[in-house]
């Protein structure tokens, strides 16, 4: 089994359920996708902002819980986060990338942006996050 597929499987139940996929993970930052399915939608038929916005925050928690192979796992708890909404998508697969920006210890920062498959910005988040420690 790879990495990916192990740290998919202590996802919470919630980020699966959702359908977001871990496709890339590094200290530098970690990059996901969603494909769109027809419950993401609003009824203006376009991705639902609260959609965007649990996108935003898996990315962002994500790449703040990067760990080496040989360390323990990390999880955390959403402080803060402010979303910006910049377009808007229908179909196809939703592209986010997070990055750990600063912290310490005990408190994390980290930035996020989702896009489309052809590279338009849809929506951008920073946040703050507390490192729990109930695994």
Sequence with gaps: ?????E?????????REMGFRLVDWSAECARTEVAIQPQHLNSQG????????????FNCGIAGNYHDEDEPAKSCITLSLTTNFVSSARGGKL???????????????????????????????MGTFKYSHQR
Excluded: P
């Design 1 to 5: 089994m790879s990495r990916l597929d």
């Design 7 to 15: 740290i998919t499987q202590v996802m919470s139940g919630f980020n």
């Design 46 to 57: 376009i991705v639902h902002g609260g959609l965007y916005c649990a996108f935003l925050d």
């Design 95 to 125: 592209l986010g990338i997070g990055r750990k920006i600063g912290g310490g210890r005990n408190i994390f920062y980290a930035e996020a942006e989702i896009r489309d498959e052809a590279g338009t910005l849809l929506a951008t988040a």
